[in-house]
């Protein structure tokens, strides 16, 4: 590994292990029944979503992308940083249309890719420091809800939020979310947020529920993922995956309705488990914005949104804040 490479590890070894232990008893003790979808995304789920992204139903990623190919060089020429954050960095792709636009501004000088996975934070950092040889690399392995205190300062930051993750957060989250960047932030700070606008659900929900039934086994693997690492006895094929609109909370809900009566065992927590045919476990939400909400919701944090970039569909947006 290059010399302009550093990590820090903010998280204890058996964390993830520990994490999901806790949300599993936790999500699915409750009524209804829930489980965090960071859980959809080991080695294999990870590659599911990779196809996700390139399904003719699924429109965010390559949105979102687009818009940072087109602005990126309007978000360095507002805020010309020489420290680029990215909470919840996973691959780093999208990422190098802003380290190229604040390379060719002048101002760059590192990058902080924040994620809970060594696996996907060090094979992706080896690769930018091989393609940008002036580039200084921290990598930190931190929890982006709980440890943003522990952001690096630097001169100037952009703390960028991509692929409108957001919108995996309730109201209540997001808020003690965004209020925490704010905290953190110095003057000469921007927050670079990527969000999904409400659009209509006849395009929207297939994003969710393609044809193919990529997103049905990217969902069904939580089931598997619970079986692996808590020694569960989940039938994997007695679930169906269901993606509905709540036009009430403005976002897309995924579950996995079970087709019989269930009986569960989870070994590893001494937990039995009673799912009835028809019963759902919600494992996502999807939270899809309005340009006036999400404005309000940034301002009740500490924030004045400077800059809103959008495509022509009006599907996707990203918007530049800085302090208030």
């Known amino acids: ?105 002048g101002t760059l000088r590192r990058y902080v890719p924040v994620d809970v996975s060594p696996g996907a934070l060090i094979p992706a950092s080896e690769a930018l420091l091989a393609d940008y040889r002036e580039l200084e690399v921290h990598g930190l392995i931190a929890d982006f809800e709980k440890h943003l205190d522990h952001l690096p300062d630097a001169d100037r930051r952009i703390i960028a939020f991509l692929g409108g993750t957001i919108g995996n957060l309730t109201p209540a989250q997001r808020a003690d979310f965004l209020s925490g960047i704010r905290a953190g932030m110095g003057p000469a700070d921007s927050f670079l947020l990527g969000t999904g606008l409400v659009i209509d659900p006849a395009i929207l929900v297939p994003a969710y529920d393609d044809a193919a039934g990529v997103t049905a086994e990217f969902n069904k693997n939580v089931l598997h993922v619970i079986n692996r690492d808590l020694s569960a006895d989940f039938d994997i094929d007695s679930f169906e995956h269901v993606a509905v609109w709540d036009s009430v909370n403005e976002w897309i809900e995924m579950r996995l309705r079970s087709r019989t009566d269930q009986q569960v065992r989870i070994a590893d927590l001494d937990l039995s488990l009673t799912i009835a045919a028809g019963e759902e476990i919600r494992t996502e939400i999807s939270a899809k914005f309005q340009r006036a909400g999400i404005e309000a919701e940034l301002a009740a944090a500490g924030f004045t949104v400077t800059h809103w970039w959008t495509d022509p569909d009006q599907r996707f947006a990203l918007s530049l804040s800085e302090p208030a």
């Open 1 to 105: 590994m290059s010399d302009r490479f550093t990590l820090d590890s903010h998280l204890p070894e058996d964390y993830l292990a520990t994490a999901l232990a806790a949300d599993v008893r936790a999500g699915l003790g409750a009524t209804p029944k829930t489980l965090p979808p960071k859980w959809f995304y080991d080695e294999r789920g990870s590659e599911l979503f990779d196809q996700i992204t390139e399904l003719p139903e699924y429109y965010p990623t390559r949105t979102e992308r687009e818009l940072l190919r087109t602005h990126s060089g309007d978000v360095a020429v507002a805020c010309p940083a020489d420290t680029l954050v990215e909470l919840g960095s996973g691959s780093s792709e999208k990422t190098r249309l802003l380290l190229d636009a604040l390379d060719k501004a």
